[in-house]
């Protein structure tokens, strides 16, 4: 037997009954005395709160308007400079629609060189038929747009096509002088 078995428990002082002995893990783990928390006053910088400080999403009547109500938009930037107070206020001014990018000019310019270069490359090689296909796609698109010059865009679809004349002859004599050699 231990020690701790032997001995009878310490007896209760108030009513004399027999006393439970702590166990050794209860003395290690319980805190000796409890101390009350210290409080100190709050430091100069620090501002006391009301008397309920507001919870999120509490109105706290700041507002003058709905949440979706439009925004008054200023013509005037930059807040006016001291001593120049004979300036009228900034007026405001309803929200309005950006002015649209003007349409791009020269497409059909650009049809007219593919044209020219398809037409000039078929004089010489067979092959030069996808140059006159772009020139003659790019002068349709000009002709749709309502800034492009209508002249200019026919011109180019004439030599696109004369290129693809060209092109197409240029490779009917080769087919030709292949079936004739073999």
């Known amino acids: 037997m231990s020690q701790d078995e032997r001995m009878p ?3 209760d002082r108030a009513n004399g009954t027999p006393a439970a002995r702590p166990s050794p893990d209860e003395t290690i783990l ?3 005395a409890p ?11 620090v501002t006391i709160a009301d008397e309920a400080s507001p919870l999120p999403g509490v109105h706290r009547g700041g507002f ?15 807040p006016a400079e001291p001593g120049t107070e004979d300036e009228p206020p900034p007026v405001t001014a309803p929200w309005l629609m950006p002015e649209p990018e003007p349409l791009h000019r020269g497409l ?3 049809a007219l060189v593919f044209s020219i270069a398809g037409l000039i490359v078929a004089l010489f090689v067979g092959w030069g038929f996808p140059i006159g296909i772009v020139g ?8 749709r747009r309502p800034l492009e010059s209508r002249a200019v865009a026919i ?7 004369v290129s693809l004349l060209y092109s197409a002859g240029w490779l009917m004599f080769a087919v030709s002088r292949l079936t004739a050699a073999g």
């Open 9 to 11: 428990p310490p007896a």
């Open 30 to 32: 319980r805190p000796a």
């Open 35 to 45: 101390h009350p928390p210290a409080v100190e006053p709050p430091s100069p910088d």
């Open 64 to 78: 003058l308007r709905l949440p979706t109500a439009p925004i008054a938009v200023t013509t005037q930037s930059a």
């Open 108 to 110: 059909a310019a650009w």
């Open 136 to 143: 003659i796609v790019t002068a349709i698109l000009a002709l």
């Open 155 to 161: 011109w180019a679809i004439t030599l696109g096509a």
